[in-house]
């Protein structure tokens, strides 16, 4: 079984992982002398990073802050079954149930493997976008009523990367991670 | 959207002719919702339509919230120039390199002068173009001139 597979099958998993220079856990963060964790401080889009040294003294505050990103990220996804067509004033259809079902899917996915988007919001072109925000880096995942799935990462140098894919995989996740967290050549 | 005897008459067509000369630096006016920002107060890339999207020019606006008339006044406003709308893309997708060019439109309506449309000449056109469109017209700067009450 895969890491991602395993993660999913059992999300302790991640927690149980205890080798530093283990590639799958910390091979996205290149460039930082020693595992960094990703916490959630305060604020939605307010993250910071943390030194392995630090982690034991702080792995509730970790935990916490994890689920309450969470709660709010599902709970945005709650609020857009609110919409009705037609919610931007200028025709846009509202997220259908079953993209806001397969919303809900990708965000359980996401959070099983530790990647947090910075928001989830409704999309003028008739769906649900999901948006990281990580430096000058910006990833969306977009997922369209009809369907489609559209990803889309940028540095904002006028050469984005868009490319539709059939399915949120984790391959697909680690992808986006490598992207938000690699160094800008 | 046009229809409404309180807009103001300087407003309303009057005859006026339409005018497709649309310098760079015009700005481009288009109502917004609550739903269009991000928690970090933003405006969300998914806010930014594909076209065919309705503006108000701003050549004959004298307020950015002439865009929300009638009734839209809880509504905000964002806006960017002509110049940052991506002129053409290339959707360089196997064997298919068709080129894909956008532009403004004035389509004045009796109540509503400065009403245009940032169109393609093309009637389908590729996601993957559209959200190229939308992340390049985003990240040129869509400024938000007043936020949803």
């Known amino acids: 079984m895969s890491d991602p597979q395993q993660i999913l099958a059992d999300p302790d998993y991640i927690f149980s992982r205890s080798d530093p220079s283990d590639p799958y856990l910390y091979g996205y963060f290149e460039g930082f002398p020693a595992v960094v964790y990703t916490t959630f401080s305060s604020g939605l889009t307010n993250w910071e990073s943390q030194k392995e040294e630090n982690r034991d003294s702080s792995s509730t505050k970790i935990y916490l802050g994890n689920e309450q990103k969470e709660n709010v990220l599902v709970d945005r996804i709650e609020s857009l079954s609110q919409l009705e067509d037609n919610w931007d004033t200028e025709g846009a259809e509202a997220p259908t149930q079953q993209v806001l079902w397969n919303s809900k899917i990708v ?36 997922l369209f009523n009809d369907g489609d799935i559209v990803i889309t990462m940028s540095r904002k140098d006028g050469n984005p990367s868009v490319f539709e894919v059939e399915n949120i995989t984790p391959q697909e996740i680690e992808r986006v991670r490598r992207f938000l967290y690699s160094r800008s050549t | 959207m046009c229809e409404d005897s309180s807009i103001p008459d300087r407003l309303k067509r009057n005859g006026r002719p339409v005018d497709n000369q649309f310098s760079s630096e015009e700005r481009l006016y288009r109502r917004i919702t609550s739903e269009s920002l991000e928690s970090d107060d933003s405006l969300t890339k998914m806010a930014v339509k594909f076209p065919r999207c309705s503006v108000n020019r701003g050549k004959y606006c004298e307020h950015p919230t002439d865009v929300l008339y009638p009734d839209y006044f809880h509504l905000g406003v964002a806006s960017y120039t002509v110049g940052s709308i991506p002129k053409e893309l290339i959707l360089e997708q196997n064997h298919d390199n068709r080129r894909f060019a956008f532009n403004v439109q004035h389509i004045p309506c009796e109540n509503m002068y400065p009403h245009s449309h940032v169109c393609s000449g093309h009637k389908r056109v590729p996601k993957s173009i559209k959200s190229r469109f939308r992340i390049l017209l985003w990240e040129a700067g869509i400024q938000i001139d007043k936020r949803p009450d």
């Open chain 1, 107 to 142: 965000l359980e996915i996401l959070f099983h493997l530790e990647l947090f988007p910075s928001d989830v919001v409704p999309s003028v072109e008739g769906g649900v976008g999901i948006v990281f925000k990580h430096g000058e880096s910006y990833v969306d995942i977009e």
